[in-house]
């Protein structure tokens, strides 16, 4: 005989605002997580994040065009008393989305409905993200961190003339490889134009094959269609 479970599955969620803000990492869970902080650009403020698979997130979404911001750790939830931050906040295509990364996107069924139904009147999509899925992408995330570190450093650089000129070449040539345009032996004489077509990759405009293989003089550049 089958007893009844009366065991209460109501989920109850409160959240004092849902303005995405970076929740700062408690110090005793910045000693229990892979705690690193890092500075990006679709962030103005500097990124914590719990986890490799965070980090790798957060530069996959540098190089995703489509994204035009995102937040670590955005908002503070009560999940029935419980405290709850999700992973990341994203603006990507004007739809905001709110992600949580988790082993093999292992997430309480009851808990992800309700947080589906909670953001759903605020125009917001709650989704879980394997880790695995993330981190098998180490190359590109790593080529993208190279890329964002390097935009970072020089962010103050003006380029936006020879933007124009090089994406004009780049356009009727159908291509081009980094070397071609960046001297190997004199980076800083060709540092403008190394920094422009950086630029233009992050904003989507040239393109490269960033997932088997490291960024470097060799790598293609492409015009985005």
Known sequence: ????????????IRAPSLTPCQ???NPRFQI???YRVAQLLKHAEPCEFHSLAEYYHALLLEGDPSVTRYVPQPFFFKINGRHYTPDCYIV??????VVELRPKAKFDEHRRQALVAFLRPHR????VISNEAVVSRRIEAENWQMIVQALAIHRDLD??????????Q?????????GERVLPGD???????EIALLRLMHRGKLTADLTTHRFGFGTELRPCL
């Open 187 to 193: 980076r800083q004489s060709s540092r403008v134009d």
């Open 159 to 168: 380029t936006g003339c020879r933007e124009l000129e090089l994406l004009d």
């Open 170 to 178: 780049v356009v009727r040539n159908g291509g081009t490889c980094l």
């Open 92 to 97: 990507r295509d004007g739809q905001e989305e």
């Open 124 to 127: 917001m999509r709650f989704v």
């Open 32 to 34: 229990a997580t892979d």
């Open 1 to 12: 005989m089958n007893l009844p479970d009366n065991r209460d599955t109501t989920v109850r």
């Open 23 to 25: 929740v700062k990492t």
